[in-house]
C-alpha cells in the first residue's frame, strides 16, 4: 500500500514510523527543514506514552514538578502536584522531532523536507493522492498532519474549521533571569487562568537552567499591545523576570476544543492538531497525537486495505479510547474561559476549587471526593448556588458529549454516521 503523509507532525511520524514497518510505501512531505522542525522550547507530555509506543525518552527529559495555579488577578495559587509516576516529562521540542524522523527514515519511510504539498487530488469527493512541486502523486491513503489551519481539511466538503474561541494564539519565549535574581524555591511554576481576566492564560516558570519560560496565550487572537500589558503585568508579578529573551520568541498556535466530529474520508485521515488532538487545559497534544498516529496504522495494517470502512475502526477506536474524555474536559474550558472573572476569583480563593480538584482535571487522574470534603464544598457552595449551577450546567453538557463520543457507530454506515454527527451538532451548539 502507497501512504503519504503530510507534515512532520508527531502523529504524522508516528503513523509513517509503524505503517513504513509494517510493510508500507511510506513518503512524508515536509515543507520545513529537518532542523527548523517543531519548535524551540521544551514542552510537558504524559510519560505513559512512551513506554507504550516503545518510544526513547529524549535525552534531556526531566520530570515536572508542582504547578501554582493562580485565578483572575494572581491572588492566591492553588498548588498542583500529582503523583510522581503520573508527573509530565518536560522535553525539548527539536530534540523529540528529530528522534521520531530517525526512527520512521530507519523504519524504511521516506522523508522529504522542504517539500510542501500544493493540494489533494480528489475524484468523485475521494481523496486519490497530492500535488506536490506540480506533479500529481498518487497514494492509498493520505494522512494530514499538517497542523490546525490544515488547507487540505478546509478543502473537503463537511470537515470541521475551529471557531475563534477554539485556538490560543499563544507567545513563547525564554527570558534571562535578571542579574543577581533569584526565582523563589517553592512556586516556582507559575500558571494565571484567566490571566488579568481575559480569555486564555500566562506562564512564568523558571527552568532548571536559570531561565524564565514564558506564555502568553489568548483566544482567537493575540494583539501585539495584549501581550505588551500581559508581559507588564508577569514582570510586576514575578520581579526576576527580565526582557531579555534567550531562546524561542514566537506566536504559535494550540488547539483547544474537543476533536474534529470526522477524522476520515475516502482515502483520507487526519492525525494530530488538523483534528484537534489536544485536551484542553493539558497540553496534551503531543500525547495523544502519537497515539492517534499508531492506532490508525493498526487499523489499516489489520485490514490489509485503507478504505473508508477501515479508517472508520481508526475513528472509532479514538473516540472511544481518547477523543470521548476531550468533551469533558472541554466544558470545564469553556467554563473557566467564559464565566464572570470575579466570580471565577472567588471560586479560587474561597476553597470551593480545591488542589486536589485542579490535580483531578490538569493530570487526568479524576475526582474523588470524600463525604467530609463533600460536605464542606457543599457549606461553601450554598451562598453561591446560581454560580455553581451554571458550572455544574456546563460540565452536564461535557458529560452528555462524552457519552455521544463513546456511542460512535462500531461500523462505516452513512445513514447512521449522519444521524450521530448530527446529534453532535445539535449537542455542540446548544451547549451553555
Ligand atoms: C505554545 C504551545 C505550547 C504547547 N505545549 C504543549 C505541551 O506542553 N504538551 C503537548 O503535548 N503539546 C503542546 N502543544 C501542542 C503540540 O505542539 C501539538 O498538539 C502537537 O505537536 C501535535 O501537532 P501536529 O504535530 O499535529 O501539528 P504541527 O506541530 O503543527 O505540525 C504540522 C507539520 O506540518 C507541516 N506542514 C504544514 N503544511 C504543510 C504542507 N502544505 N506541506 C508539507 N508540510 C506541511 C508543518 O511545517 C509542520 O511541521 C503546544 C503547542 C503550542 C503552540
Known amino acids: 500500500m502507497r501512504m503519504i503523509i503530510i507534515g512532520c507532525g508527531t502523529g504524522g511520524l508516528q503513523a509513517a514510523y509503524a505503517l513504513a514497518k509494517g510493510g508500507c510505501d511510506v513518503t512524508v512531505y515536509e515543507k520545513k527543514a529537518r ?3 517543531a ?33 483572575p488577578n494572581a491572588e492566591k495559587p492553588l ?6 509516576a503520573a508527573l509530565d516529562r518536560n522535553l525539548d521540542r527539536r530534540e523529540l522531532a528529530e528522534l521520531l524522523v530517525t526512527r520512521a527514515a530507519s523504519a524504511g519511510a521516506a522523508i522529504r523536507f522542504e517539500t510542501p504539498v500544493d493540494a489533494l487530488i480528489t475524484e468523485d469527493g475521494k481523496v486519490r493522492g497530492v500535488i506536490v512541486g506540480g506533479k500529481a502523486e498518487k497514494a492509498d491513503l493520505v494522512i494530514d498532519a499538517s497542523g490546525i489551519f490544515s488547507p487540505f481539511r478546509a478543502s473537503l466538503p463537511g470537515l470541521a474549521e475551529p471557531a475563534n474561541d477554539e485556538y490560543f494564539v499563544a507567545w513563547r519565549a525564554y527570558y534571562k533571569m535578571k542579574d543577581g535574581a533569584e526565582a523563589p524555591e517553592e512556586n516556582r511554576r507559575r500558571v494565571y487562568l484567566r490571566h488579568m481576566g481575559q480569555n486564555g492564560l500566562s506562564w512564568c516558570v523558571a527552568e532548571p537552567d536559570g531561565t524564565l519560560d514564558v506564555l502568553v496565550g489568548r483566544t482567537g487572537e493575540l494583539p501585539d499591545a495584549v501581550l505588551a500589558d500581559a508581559l507588564a503585568r508577569l514582570r510586576a508579578d514575578n520581579p526576576y523576570l527580565s526582557d531579555a529573551v534567550v531562546r524561542a520568541g514566537q506566536k504559535a ?12 474520508r475516502e482515502g483520507y485521515a487526519l492525525v494530530g492538531d488538523s483534528a484537534f488532538m489536544t485536551i484542553p487545559l493539558r497540553g496534551s497534544g503531543i500525547a495523544q ?8 496504522a493498526d487499523a489499516v495494517l489489520a485490514a490489509g486495505n485503507a478504505y473508508l470502512h477501515t479508517l472508520w475502526k481508526y ?18 474550558k469553556r ?6 472573572a470575579d466570580k471565577l476569583r472567588d471560586a479560587f480563593t474561597c476553597g470551593l476549587i480545591t488542589d486536589g480538584d485542579l490535580r483531578g482535571i490538569m493530570t ?19 451562598p453561591r448556588t446560581p454560580f455553581l449551577a451554571k458550572m455544574g450546567k456546563a460540565a452536564l453538557a461535557g458529560v452528555r458529549l462524552s457519552r455521544l463520543a463513546k456511542a460512535i457507530p462500531d461500523r462505516y454506515d452513512p445513514a447512521k454516521v449522519r444521524a450521530w454527527t448530527d446529534e453532535m451538532t445539535r449537542l455542540t451548539t446548544d451547549r451553555p
Open 253 to 264: 498556535v494550540i488547539p483547544i476544543r474537543q476533536p474534529a466530529a470526522i477524522l476520515v
Open 79 to 84: 498548588f498542583i502536584a500529582a503523583d510522581r
Open 35 to 37: 532542523e527548523a522542525l
Open 39 to 71: 519548535y524551540d522550547w521544551r514542552d510537558n507530555v504524559e510519560p505513559g506514552v512512551f513506554a507504550q509506543l516503545e518510544i526513547p525518552f529524549p535525552e534531556t527529559t526531566y520530570l515536572c514538578e508542582c504547578v501554582s495555579m493562580y485565578g
Open 364 to 382: 487526568g487522574e479524576g475526582f474523588s471526593l470524600s463525604a467530609r470534603s463533600a460536605l464542606e464544598k457543599l457549606r461553601i457552595a450554598l
Open 335 to 340: 467554563f473557566v474561559l467564559t464565566a464572570d
Open 289 to 296: 497525537s502519537l497515539r492517534a498516529g499508531q492506532m490508525l
Open 315 to 332: 475513528q472509532v477506536r479514538f473516540y472511544r479510547e481518547i477523543g470521548a474524555k476531550q468533551f469533558v474536559t472541554d466544558a470545564i
